[in-house]
């Protein structure tokens, strides 16, 4: 499960993602990373582990749902706009 989103504030584009994977460990892992869409690398990387793909799931629910209220658009939202 993945998601980027992108936002435009004050000229500057940003983007956000959002990946649910399993590790080796049988753990579930939420990993974000951001940056902005002028550089190569990411400014950012976030990694959380949960014991089960149920809470991960949670998580990934609710950063979409606050990034969206920020103003981060999907990509698939962006290609139904246009």
Known sequence: MMMTMTRTVNERERWYRLEVVSNLFGEWLLIRSFGSMYK???LGIICQTFPDIESAETAYIQ?????SKRGYISLEQQKQGN
């Open 40 to 42: 190569v690398t990411p």
């Open 63 to 67: 950063l979409t749902q606050k990034k």
